[in-house]
């Protein structure tokens, strides 16, 4: 994708890097833990489940900058933000909706 669009070669190579080393935390994640047939997202029940939940968590967001990044470097900011619009709610709702959710939790 990133041959498509008008970019630094500097530019291009330090994107597809960073691209690239994510790619291979993400998958080297998810991948130890299946070997530890424990879940590899949001599992924080010991340190270094935690540690990896929150480095895969954390690189979910590289790879949305990275590519939003990309887009819009790449003059298509409407696409940009169509294509990441989706997290809007889920932000809304994660991080914004959690004091209504825990005062609703002590009341109930």
Same mark, same amino acid.
């Given at each position: 994708?990133?041959?498509?669009?008008?970019?630094?070669?500097?530019?291009?190579?330090?994107l597809l890097?960073?691209f690239a080393?994510d790619?291979v935390v993400?998958?080297?994640?998810?991948t130890?833990?299946?070997?530890?047939?424990?879940?590899?997202?949001?599992n &924080?029940?010991t340190?270094? &489940?935690?540690?990896?939940?929150?480095s895969?968590?954390?690189?979910g967001?590289?790879?949305?900058?990275?590519?939003?990044?990309?887009?819009?470097?790449?003059?298509?900011?409407a696409?940009?933000?169509?294509?990441?619009?989706?997290?809007?709610?889920?932000?809304?709702?994660?991080?914004?909706?959690?004091?209504?959710?825990?005062?609703?939790?002590a009341?109930?």
């Open positions: 994708m990133a041959s498509y669009l008008r970019l630094s070669r500097r530019f291009r190579a330090l890097g960073v080393v790619c993400e998958v080297t994640g998810i130890v833990q299946a070997w530890r047939h424990v879940p590899s997202h949001l &924080n029940t340190p270094l &489940n935690a540690v990896i939940a929150f895969l968590a954390f690189g967001g590289v790879l949305i900058v990275v590519l939003g990044t990309v887009l819009i470097r790449g003059g298509h900011r696409q940009a933000y169509d294509d990441a619009g989706f997290l809007k709610w889920f932000h809304a709702v994660t991080l914004h909706g959690m004091p209504l959710l825990a005062w609703w939790l009341r109930a």
